[in-house]
């Protein structure tokens, strides 16, 4: 099974500030990374598909990179919206997929 | 505007069972392959099961194999999750996501329904 793991688990960071979460597969993935946007009491988001694909409607500020193992992804400029938890997923496997186990982004 | 609702949940015994459905509409559903996704309270996002578009494979995490069926009728729209042998860690929010493929890549979750509560509980 492909094991995708996240870091940091959480994160604190203020408005306008550049942040980036990191999410590694526990083999190669190619580039068949996903990452989400979960708000509390809310269902998932999708921001980003094939590593760096950009979700339409999704504002610009949202992007991602990676491949192989290692995958990231960065909010150029953090609005007050974004402070929510974020996902990846690997589809390498798909149907049989895996997400990694999220990070907190969280207001300073 | 496509939409998924999921309905069915609710607080059942160890050991119990329940079924869960998702209402698909604004998509071609017979079209897309469908997913259930679990959130325990708290924690983070667990795949649980996937179905083809047509029905004829499913896909099941270990976590729930022998014990959860994946099922849909395209012709209702709909899309079912049987839950039988419930057991405490079986509680969790319960998504439904549809899978979007396009050329080269395998697979996102591009839409998902909002949830619905399973309790497992004595």
């Known amino acids: 099974d492909i094991q995708m793991t996240q870091s940091p688990s959480s994160l604190s960071a203020s408005v306008g500030d550049r942040v980036t979460i990191t999410c590694r597969a526990s083999?190669?993935?190619?580039?068949?990374l996903n990452w989400y946007q979960q708000k509390p009491g809310k269902a998932p988001k999708l921001l980003i598909y094939?590593?760096?694909s950009l979700q339409s409607g999704v504002p610009s500020r949202f992007s991602g990179s990676g491949s192989g193992t290692d995958f990231t992804l960065t909010i150029s400029s953090l609005q007050p919206e974004d402070f929510a938890t974020y996902y990846c997923?690997?589809?390498?496997?798909?149907?049989?997929?895996?997400f990694g186990q999220g990070t907190k982004l969280e207001i300073k | 505007e496509v939409q998924l609702v999921e309905s069915g949940g609710g607080l059942v015994k160890p050991g119990g069972s329940l079924r869960l459905s998702c209402a698909a509409s604004?998509?071609?559903?017979?079209?897309?392959?469908m997913n259930w996704v679990r959130q325990a309270p708290g924690k983070g996002l667990e795949w649980v099961s996937s179905?083809?578009?047509?029905?004829?494979?499913?896909y099941d995490a270990d976590s729930v194999k022998g014990r959860f069926t994946i099922s849909r009728d395209n012709a209702k729209n709909s899309l079912y999750l049987q839950m039988n042998s419930l057991r405490d860690e079986d509680t969790a929010v319960y998504y439904c996501?549809?899978?979007?493929?396009?050329?080269?890549?395998?697979?996102?979750?591009?839409?998902w329904g909002q949830g619905t509560l399973v309790t497992v509980s004595s």
């Open positions: 996501a549809r899978a979007l493929y396009t050329s080269g890549f395998p697979g996102r979750f591009d839409y």
């Open positions: 604004g998509f071609s559903f017979s079209s897309y392959d």
């Open positions: 179905i083809t578009s047509g029905g004829s494979y499913i």
């Open positions: 083999q190669s993935i190619r580039s068949y």
């Open positions: 094939a590593a760096s």
């Open positions: 997923q690997q589809s390498y496997s798909s149907p049989l997929y895996t």
